[in-house]
């Protein structure tokens, strides 16, 4: 006989019935120890493309992660069907620290930042000497991003049939970063070879506008070939043929291409503006000088002084300034 009130003790305590018959919630979270290792080679709408061992899954994000976005790139723990079969459905369980971090923001003024690729350890800069025209400050940008992120940077001129490298060379010269220049938009052998030397054994991240060549690139890389695009006569601008990264296997080297969306912007919301000089290593040692909390765009900068003595390019301290004014002003670039 069940008693009620003052009279109850532990025995006494009553169980709702599960009417669905499915498991009461708990706030315990499985460890999910036997989840398998993967890489994520690409996510559409909820639906994420994982490498495991030999073989290609389909994954959907576990409900205990929350709110954790999972992106290309991505070491994850996968538990649930692994056989890679078609209409087959593993889970994400676990998401892997990530040792590198490629951010943008959609401009200067939007809060909200975006994470690019996840474990890469390089950034493949693509842009054409013409058709469309290059963008200096669109390379400085990415070059910003690839520093601040711990990414080495690679430049990667196209089409230079069309007009010579020699002038955008000498503006990156005292940066030393490495560059390859292709001749053509196709990519001859030779062009290929070059670029592949510099990803072997790598994760490289490929950005870069609309237009430039970025895509076919990595067509001539990679075995599996992705849509590309042409350049409008009338704007001069490039269109998107890329719409979601994805991670592709170099052909016959150990290493990954990422192919990115083209972008007509690159954000730097989520970046210190004192840590932009860090992306400017031909200027930074003539900050030595520079008042306490210097903005670099003030009358006392050293940095006038610096450039005057011969020991950077002027058009890098332009840069650099155009770059913090940007920020300044909350304007795009």
Same mark, same amino acid.
């Given at each position: 006989?069940?008693?009620?009130?003052?009279?109850?003790?532990?025995?006494?305590?009553?169980?709702?019935?599960?009417?669905?018959?499915?498991?009461?919630?708990?706030?315990?979270?499985?460890?999910?120890?036997?989840?398998?290792?993967?890489?994520?080679?690409?996510?559409?709408?909820?639906?994420?493309?994982?490498?495991?061992?030999?073989?290609?899954? @389909? /994954?959907?994000?576990?409900?205990?992660?929350? &709110?954790?976005?999972?992106?290309?790139? !991505? %070491?994850?723990? #996968? =538990?649930?069907?692994?056989?890679?079969?078609?209409?087959?459905?593993?889970?994400?369980?676990?998401?892997?620290?990530?040792?590198?971090?490629?951010?943008? @923001? /959609?401009?200067?003024?939007?809060?909200?930042? &975006?994470?690019?690729?996840?474990?890469? !350890? %390089?950034?493949? #800069? =693509?842009?054409?000497?013409?058709?469309?025209?290059?963008?200096?400050?669109?390379?400085?940008?990415?070059?910003?991003?690839?520093?601040?992120?711990?990414?080495?940077?690679?430049?990667?001129?196209?089409?230079?049939?069309?007009?010579?490298?020699?002038?955008?060379?000498?503006?990156?010269?005292?940066?030393?970063?490495?560059?390859?220049?292709?001749?053509?938009?196709?990519?001859?052998?030779?062009?290929?070879?070059?670029?592949?030397?510099?990803?072997?054994?790598?994760?490289?991240?490929?950005?870069?506008?609309?237009?430039?060549?970025?895509?076919?690139?990595?067509?001539?890389?990679?075995?599996?070939?992705?849509?590309?695009?042409?350049?409008?006569?009338?704007?001069?601008?490039?269109?998107?043929?890329?719409?979601?990264?994805?991670?592709?296997?170099?052909?016959?080297?150990?290493?990954?291409?990422?192919?990115?969306?083209?972008?007509?912007?690159?954000?730097?919301?989520?970046?210190?503006?004192?840590?932009?000089?860090?992306?400017?290593?031909?200027?930074?040692?003539?900050?030595?000088?520079?008042?306490?909390?210097?903005?670099?765009?003030?009358?006392?900068?050293?940095?006038?002084?610096?450039?005057?003595?011969?020991?950077?390019?002027?058009?890098?301290?332009?840069?650099?300034?155009?770059?913090?004014?940007?920020?300044?002003?909350?304007?795009?670039?």
């Amino acid at each position: 006989m069940r008693r009620y009130g003052k009279h109850t003790d532990e025995d006494d305590v009553r169980v709702r019935p599960n009417r669905k018959g499915n498991r009461p919630r708990t706030s315990i979270r499985p460890k999910h120890e036997d989840a398998e290792e993967g890489f994520v080679l690409t996510v559409d709408r909820g639906r994420v493309t994982c490498l495991v061992e030999d073989r290609t899954i @389909t /994954a959907m994000k576990a409900r205990e992660l929350g &709110r954790k976005g999972i992106v290309v790139g !991505d %070491r994850v723990g #996968i =538990v649930g069907d692994l056989t890679g079969e078609k209409d087959t459905l593993a889970r994400i369980v676990r998401v892997e620290e990530r040792s590198s971090v490629l951010r943008r @923001t /959609a401009d200067d003024t939007d809060p909200y930042e &975006r994470v690019v690729v996840a474990n890469a !350890d %390089r950034l493949a #800069i =693509v842009t054409a000497l013409a058709d469309p025209e290059p963008r200096p400050r669109l390379i400085d940008r990415c070059l910003v991003a690839a520093y601040d992120a711990g990414l080495e940077p690679l430049l990667v001129l196209t089409k230079s049939d069309l007009a010579s490298a020699g002038p955008l060379l000498e503006t990156y010269a005292p940066l030393g970063v490495p560059y390859v220049v292709t001749s053509h938009e196709n990519f001859d052998a030779d062009a290929t070879e070059a670029v592949r030397e510099h990803l072997k054994g790598r994760i490289t991240a490929f950005v870069g506008h609309s237009g430039v060549g970025k895509t076919t690139l990595v067509n001539a890389l990679v075995e599996r070939q992705r849509a590309t695009g042409h350049v409008n006569a009338v704007t001069g601008r490039g269109r998107h043929t890329t719409t979601s990264a994805l991670a592709l296997p170099l052909q016959a080297e150990e290493g990954w291409v990422i192919d990115t969306p083209g972008v007509r912007s690159f954000g730097l919301a989520h970046i210190d503006p004192s840590r932009v000089i860090h992306a400017f290593p031909d200027l930074e040692p003539g900050t030595e000088d520079c008042p306490r909390a210097c903005s670099h765009d003030e009358p006392d900068c050293a940095l006038d002084a610096w450039v005057a003595d011969g020991h950077a390019e002027p058009a890098r301290l332009f840069s650099l300034r155009r770059l913090l004014a940007t920020r300044e002003r909350k304007e795009g670039d």
